[in-house]
């Protein structure tokens, strides 16, 4: 049953589709700019989908010119961001290696929809999807653009870059007989020539952001080893760069984490060893780390189901990195690096991308630091802190509600109770 809450938030937005007027959104608490302090009664007026003043008070609206979305009695924030999702797939392990080989990409794309959706309804207007195959979340992202489907912002890395037999290669899954009448990867970069090549052809396909592996992976079982030189890196950081596109690494191991730091990379996306090296890199070059600890939570659930539901050299690392979970945020937050949050949901389940916050300040962040890498930090790192991360006249009307306080619990950002993106109230 849809609540009295968001009754009205749908009538006040097919009002406002119908008469194109104004929407003014009443609350008693507003945390508009987290990391400062919020705001008491706060009028919100969002028009076009863009949010146009932040009023102090309860300001009613013009005489029928109008329509009112009641917030008070909730706190209200910014939309928030998770810099690290793969919408293709909630599967893992083997059943999402027979479903990648069985399924057409037809229904991976119906499936990223869907993905989509349990991402945006849980309050995430904003999402950085670090790679699939087929091109189908760049299909998405224009959909979305259009109003073709409803869906969260999304910036795309087309198809992540790899050496070969890394961890993006996905031939090493498959037997030679299946892999000869593949068609050859065009993900795959082993010289400075080649990488510059593979960069510029993700671009050319749409790519709002370029990411690439220096090292292996848990969920390919290639390990944490580095797996590319470092004038292989330079190059694929340098093209990237020079056509405007940041860059987001994977990387496990921390000689693989210093590499992509020296390389100019613009994020480092798991991060799972770090020194005191690391450490220093990190702060020299500004970029941002995104822990993604909630990986975790969807192994856990996964093997609590199926015990084989991972096997062989995969399993072995999966153990690995839950029991080392956590201990590099314990060290870089304290000292100074920048984090940007992000799940890697795909791995850890769509629609669930706030576990993530338990998780941070469970590994030493306080609550309000752990929003704000959900807000003004990723919205940073995305090169998006114009236009989201905050709520302030000027920025798209991004803007969720919850129950409870969550600069002192961070678990009521796991029930959302009002979504609205670029100015559209979502159907729970």
């Known amino acids: ?41 706060t009028t919100i007026i969002v028009d076009n989908g863009r949010i146009v003043d932040v009023r102090a008070g309860i300001v009613a609206p013009p005489e029928g010119a109008s329509t009112v979305v009641d917030l008070r009695g909730k706190t209200v924030l910014p939309g928030l961001i998770d810099s690290h999702v793969h919408l293709t797939s909630d599967r893992g392990g083997e059943a999402r290696l027979l479903a990648t080989i069985r399924e057409e990409p037809a229904m991976h794309a119906l499936e990223a929809q869907m993905n989509g959706m349990k991402t945006l309804r849980a309050g995430f207007t904003t999402v950085r999807n670090l790679g699939d195959d087929d091109g189908i979340t760049l299909a998405l992202r224009e959909a ?16 992540s870059i790899s050496t070969t037999g890394g961890h993006m290669d996905g031939r090493g899954a498959l037997n030679d007989q299946l ?8 993900n795959l970069c082993d010289s400075v020539e080649s990488c510059r090549r593979v960069v510029r052809r993700q671009i050319d396909r749409g790519a709002d952001v370029i990411k690439f ?15 590319m030189f470092e004038d292989e890196a330079r190059s694929l950081v340098q093209t990237a760069h020079a056509y405007g596109r940041k860059v987001a690494v994977h990387a496990h191991g921390a000689d ?12 480092i996306e798991h991060g799972t060893v770090m020194d005191e090296e690391v450490i220093r890199l990190f702060r020299q070059s500004g970029a941002y780390y995104v822990p993604t600890l909630s990986t975790v939570n969807g192994y856990l659930e996964r093997l ?3 015990p084989n539901a991972y096997v062989g050299p995969v399993r072995e690392q999966i153990e690995w990195r839950i029991g080392i979970t956590g201990q590099s945020l314990v060290k870089a937050y304290p000292a ?6 992000g799940t890697d949901a795909g791995v850890s389940k769509h629609g669930r991308n706030a576990d993530e916050f338990e998780l941070l300040v469970k590994y030493g962040m306080p609550p309000v630091e752990a929003l704000k890498a959900a807000t003004v930090n990723a919205a ?8 989201v991360g905050t709520i302030e006249a000027g920025k798209s009307a991004d803007i969720i509600a919850v129950d409870g306080d969550p600069l002192t619990d961070v678990k009521v950002l796991k029930d959302v109770d009002f979504v609205m993106a670029r100015g559209d109230v979502i159907k729970p």
């Open 304 to 306: 609590a189901k199926d």
């Open 213 to 227: 592996a220096t090292t292996g992976g848990v969920n390919s079982g290639t390990g944490l080893a580095t797996r």
């Open 144 to 159: 979305i653009k259009r109003g073709w489907v409803q869906g969260p912002r999304i910036l795309d890395a087309a198809n």
């Open 179 to 186: 892999v000869a009448h593949l068609p050859d990867p065009e």
């Open 336 to 341: 100074g690096v920048k984090i940007a949050y």
């Open 256 to 267: 693989g984490v210093k590499l992509a730091l020296r390389a100019g990379a613009d994020s």
């Open 380 to 387: 940073d790192l995305l090169g998006l802190a114009n236009e």
């Open 1 to 41: 049953m849809i609540s009295k809450l968001f009754a009205a938030a749908m009538l006040a937005a097919t009002s406002q589709a119908a008469l194109a007027v104004p929407v003014y959104i009443h609350a008693d608490r507003v945390i508009a700019v987290p990391g400062k302090a919020p705001l008491g009664a």
